[in-house]
């Protein structure tokens, strides 16, 4: 059972490109099997499945700095 619920801030951290490590994002969706992953919003509209674990709490670090 995952720790996030919908509405959450959350920022990517898979390790990947698309999108980059530290990108800001909603989660607008959390499905119940943990292999299907969490749907975000990530803050410029584009919407991604990605696992919890690819996934770190609250605001990127970034956008803490601002």
């Given amino acids: 059972m995952t720790a996030y619920q ?4 959350v920022y990517t951290a898979t390790g990947d490109q698309d999108p980059p ?3 800001p ?3 607008t969706h959390i499905h119940a ?11 410029d509209g584009r919407i991604y499945n990605i696992l ?3 996934l770190e709490p609250g605001a990127a670090p970034r956008e803490r700095q601002a």
């Avoid at 099997?33 to 803050?43: E, S």
């Fill in 6 to 9: 919908a509405g959450d801030r």
């Fill in 21 to 23: 490590d530290g990108t």
């Fill in 25 to 27: 994002g909603t989660i």
């Fill in 33 to 43: 099997d943990p292999g299907d992953g969490i749907d975000i919003t990530l803050d």
């Fill in 52 to 54: 919890e674990c690819g």
